[in-house]
Nanobody
Framework: QVQLVESGGGLVQAGGSLRLSCAVS????????LGWYRQAPGKTRELVST??????TTYADSVKGRFTISRNNAQNTYLQMNSLKPEDTAVYYC?????????????WGQGTQVTVSS
């Protein structure tokens, strides 16, 4: 199986910064896309940012210019969050698309809480 472990969440004041990390381990041939999603209380989980194995990135409009996703090797990804706003408060989840043989499987981390105070 595949395990994802997130870290780096916490409490920060508006305007501050946090850096989330996600480490992927387990049995797979390769990891294609890594991504960050978030879920605020009472809301559905939403895409924050993704990065492909080739380094192509996408961002939700709400975080463009403030968040930066990176990937330092095939299996670890980071989300640098600057100029944080109270509306960024949510549980942040890492997702990995792992290939085993001819099939792709998606896996999720356990989530890390980010709280931005006003």
């Amino acid at each position: 199986q595949v395990q994802l472990v997130e870290s780096g969440g916490g409490l920060v004041q508006a305007g501050g910064s946090l850096r989330l990390s996600c480490a992927v381990s387990g049995s797979f041939d390769s990891i294609s896309t890594l991504g960050w999603y978030r879920q605020a209380p009472g809301k559905t989980r939403e895409l924050v940012s993704t990065i492909t194995r080739g380094g192509t990135t996408t961002y939700a409009d709400s975080v463009k210019g403030r968040f930066t996703i990176s990937r330092n090797n095939a299996q670890n990804t980071y989300l640098q969050m600057n100029s944080l706003k109270p509306e960024d408060t949510a549980v942040y989840y890492c997702k990995a698309i792992a290939r085993r043989g001819p099939y792709d499987y998606q896996y999720w981390g356990q989530g890390t809480q980010v709280t931005v105070s006003s």
